[in-house]
């Protein structure tokens, strides 16, 4: 049995139809083509899945697409606008946030949930945001700095 499931993401309406317990995750990756969107641990730890669900970030291997039905969706690939990186992508390239890059797209998403809600975050509002986004390759470090990065030109941009 496969259930009709509608939802935007990066702009566009897609209609499917899935099988009830297809995640998320899945439905990104293998019926929309979307692979941005990693696969990491499949138990919620890693982080590596997040994507924006009707603007906030959820990870994506615990939320069936049938649950998303209706939603809003931002996937990495939907940040950039007009060829240009958004100011985290940005900041993640500049500051050097990034090493194999595996973990970056649920970083970057994270963050950017983070500085919707708060756009001027402390080094350490921005390590609790990111709680739940493991990278295996750095000390997090350069990470707290490209998302500072895309804070301060964020503000100078609004």
């Known amino acids: ?6 939802v935007t993401v990066n702009g566009q309406v897609y209609q499917r139809e899935v099988e009830p317990r297809m995640l ?3 439905f990104l990756r293998d019926v ?27 990870k994506s291997c615990t939320v069936f697409a049938v649950q998303a039905d209706g939603s809003q969706i931002t ?25 194999c890059g595996f973990c970056t797209p649920g970083m970057i998403l994270s963050a950017y949930d983070l500085l919707q809600r ?5 080094d350490e509002e921005i390590r609790h945001a990111l ?15 490209a998302v500072r990065y895309a804070a301060e030109k964020l503000r100078v941009q609004a």
Request: hydrophobic share 30%; charged share 15%; net charge negative.
């Open 32 to 58: 929309l083509g979307l692979t941005g969107t990693h696969v990491g641990c499949d138990t919620s730890q890693c982080g590596a899945c997040v994507v924006l669900m009707d603007g906030k970030a959820v």
């Open 75 to 99: 996937t990495i690939e939907g940040l950039a606008r007009d060829g240009q990186l958004h100011p985290l992508q940005e900041g993640f390239w500049e500051m050097h946030g990034l090493q």
């Open 24 to 26: 998320l995750v899945h």
């Open 1 to 6: 049995m496969k259930v009709p499931v509608t």
């Open 131 to 145: 709680e739940g986004n493991y990278c295996r390759c750095t000390g997090y470090h350069n990470i707290v700095r």
């Open 118 to 122: 708060n756009p001027n975050p402390t």
